[in-house]
């Protein structure tokens, strides 16, 4: 394929919207959308779904690899789409990197990961989907290590390299992840699987990436969550704040287990410790297993794959955004998915129970204009228009303090509540609280983005942090929901939350990253110049208390790379 995506340039800024009550994001990556001039693929609508696949790091460039369905608008023929940047912010396309092509991957070259080798090779296993639809694990490696753009890869020519093995079914076996040393000279590799509606993991020992020996037993299993796919497995520091080589293990290690539970589609993860004698991994808290506690993300957000970063020597997650409006529109906008913005990950020193996702700190080189609101009083039931020129491109941190004496006072508050029993509809008496995002001035539309406090007799609190759809379009072909879950949220804490808007995606992180949300909207009226954003208290029973610095946010630049260029001004 390479070299066949020699195509027409366009840069997003000047993209036509194709379907205007579909808004494009703007500094989230998607594929490239346009038409590719070539015989068998000319008028047809390009698709991608931006589930990532083997991310890593080469010669001084970020590779990002997706599932991409060169063909049709639809889930199929799914080849890895391939991209590269320097900064995970701004990024070029290159030409697909595996396709279809042998008996083992006939039906679709799926997700897989790359390991890193000590002596700078670079393995990827993923899964193909053979010509009589069995989920093998292929392997494939760069056909020229020299070359930091890593275009051309090799597939092992005695591919598979393993097999469904017996009791599992032929369909249920897939997404390898990252190899991880066991200290032992052996390579580990898990694999995603079910037996009958439980979720496991199961793990292969390699020496050389071509034969492999399963380990006995089941590296983790839990009940009633069917199959777990795109799992993920890697240490987390309870010390420092700098990533982990997936093979690090010691002490002051925790190991995040992450599963996307298909049935659900929804990511769950978990803390625990692993034991590399005999591969057994345990929750830290067996009620908050993997796929019935932690979400990686409460909102719109599948598939998410980490990779150790070594030129940051940070540990980076990447999550594929769905769309959820028709596949007409799709259609007619030519293109589905986006990528979330590339987060942090590390462990959370202060809570103990769980991890903290933050937007890679490239990100803030799309600031642009920053205006500052200081100490604004947000009275029960009030509304407050924010001044900004633009609001559909933004970055906004801010913090809440509510009023001492008024929580205090209130004996018992919203106990039965989540952040999907009401929205932020009806008014409690401790919240919601927060902003109101993508909004128009008549407030016909509009996404709120807020806590919400309840109080037990007892005196405790919970806090929530949702995101409520529900307003967010006038259109009734879109799927609307309000997202969310609990926050932990410490003594001495303000309540705080950063929002990244990108005209259709608002990604929300709240206490630092505790628990985030992903929405995906389609607003018909607030966009563009149109667009605004408000704070807003309908909360009966207490004042609130905000400042929030909020950043107009500029383009990225996502474009073909230019081969046939001398422009390397870009590079
Ligand atoms: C897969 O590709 C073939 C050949 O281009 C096409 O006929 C078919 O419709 C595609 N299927 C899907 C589901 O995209
Ligand atoms: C490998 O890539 C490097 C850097 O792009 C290039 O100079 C070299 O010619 C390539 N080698 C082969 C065998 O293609
Ligand atoms: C799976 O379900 C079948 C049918 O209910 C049962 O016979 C079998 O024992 C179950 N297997 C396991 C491993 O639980
Ligand atoms: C695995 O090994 C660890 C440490 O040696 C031990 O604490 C644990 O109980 C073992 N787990 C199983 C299931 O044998
Ligand atoms: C918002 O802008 C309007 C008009 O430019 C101005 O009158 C008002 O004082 C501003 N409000 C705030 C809170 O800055
Ligand atoms: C939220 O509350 C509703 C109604 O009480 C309940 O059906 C639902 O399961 C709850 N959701 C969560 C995530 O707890
Ligand atoms: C505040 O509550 C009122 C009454 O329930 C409701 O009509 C209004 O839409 C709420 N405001 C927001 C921003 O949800």
Avoid at 512 to 524: A, D, E, L, M
Wanted: charged content about 20%; hydrophobic content about 40%.
């Amino acid at each position: 394929m390479k070299g066949s995506i020699n195509v027409i340039v366009w840069s997003i800024e000047t993209k036509p919207v194709m379907n205007p009550t579909n808004p494009n994001s703007i500094f989230h990556y998607r594929s490239w959308t346009g038409r590719k001039p070539s015989l068998f693929y000319d008028l047809l609508i390009y698709v991608k779904f931006c589930m990532v696949v083997g991310p890593l790091f080469h010669m001084g460039w970020y590779h990002l690899f997706y599932q991409y369905n060169p063909v049709s608008p639809v889930w199929g023929n799914i080849t890895w789409g391939h991209a590269v940047s320097r900064d995970l912010i701004h990024w070029l396309y290159l030409p697909l990197a595996m396709v279809p092509d042998h008996r083992f991957d006939w039906n679709g070259v799926w997700t897989g990961s790359a390991t890193l080798l000590p002596d700078g090779g670079i393995i990827m296993l993923y899964t193909g989907i053979s010509d009589n639809y069995v989920q093998v694990q292929n392997l494939a490696y760069p056909a020229n290590l020299s070359d930091p753009l890593l275009l051309n890869w090799v597939k092992y020519k005695d591919n598979p390299v393993i097999v469904p093995p017996p009791g599992v079914g032929l369909e249920d076996f897939r997404d390898p992840t990252t190899a991880w040393h066991a200290g032992d000279g052996k390579w580990r590799v898990a694999i995603g699987s079910k037996i009958n509606t439980t979720g496991i993991i199961l793990v292969y020992q390699t020496t050389n990436f071509i034969n492999y020996e399963p380990l006995d037993g089941i590296m983790h299993e839990v009940r009633g969550t069917g199959i777990w796919e795109c799992v993920d497995f890697y240490p987390v520091s309870t010390t420092d704040i700098s990533g982990l080589d997936t093979s690090f293990n010691g002490p002051d290690i925790k190991h995040v287990l992450k599963a996307s539970l298909f049935d659900e589609m929804k990511d769950y993860y978990a803390l625990g410790t692993y034991h590399p004698n005999n591969n057994t991994w345990m929750p830290d808290n067996p009620e908050l297993d993997v796929g019935i506690g932690l979400r990686v993300d409460y909102g719109k957000y599948y598939a998410s794959k980490t990779f150790y970063d070594q030129n940051k020597q940070r540990r980076i997650l990447w999550a594929w955004i769905g769309e959820t409006d028709s596949e007409n529109d799709d259609l007619l906008k030519g293109w589905a998915s986006v990528q979330t913005i590339p987060r942090t990950v590390v462990y959370d020193k202060k809570t103990r129970t769980n991890i903290l996702q933050w937007p890679v700190e490239e990100v803030e080189k799309l600031r642009l204009k920053c205006i500052e609101f200081n100490g604004v009083e947000l009275g029960p039931g009030s509304i407050v228009p924010l001044n900004i020129s633009s609001a559909t491109q933004l970055d906004i941190t801010a913090t809440f303090e509510v009023d001492k004496e008024a929580l205090e006072g209130t004996l018992e508050g919203d106990v039965g509540y989540n952040c999907s029993t009401t929205g932020a509809v009806v008014r409690g008496t401790l919240g919601p609280f927060g902003l109101l995002v993508i909004a128009d001035d008549s407030l016909s539309e509009f996404t709120p983005v807020y806590f919400y406090i309840s109080k037990d007799i007892d005196g405790t609190y919970k806090t929530f942090f949702c995101s409520d759809e529900m307003r967010s379009s006038k259109a009734s072909d879109v799927n609307k929901n309000v997202y969310g879950g609990l926050v932990p949220v410490l003594d001495g804490e303000k309540l705080s939350m950063r929002i990244l808007v990108d005209h259709s995606i608002v990604e929300s992180f709240a206490q630092g990253g505790r628990t985030v949300i992903t929405s995906r909207i389609y607003p018909t009226k607030a966009i563009y110049g149109a667009a605004r954003a408000f704070l807003f208290n309908n909360a009966t029973g207490v004042s609130v208390t905000t400042s929030l610095t909020i950043w107009e946010m500029d383009s990225a630049d996502i474009q073909q790379f230019p081969f046939e260029s001398d422009d390397v001004m870009l590079l």
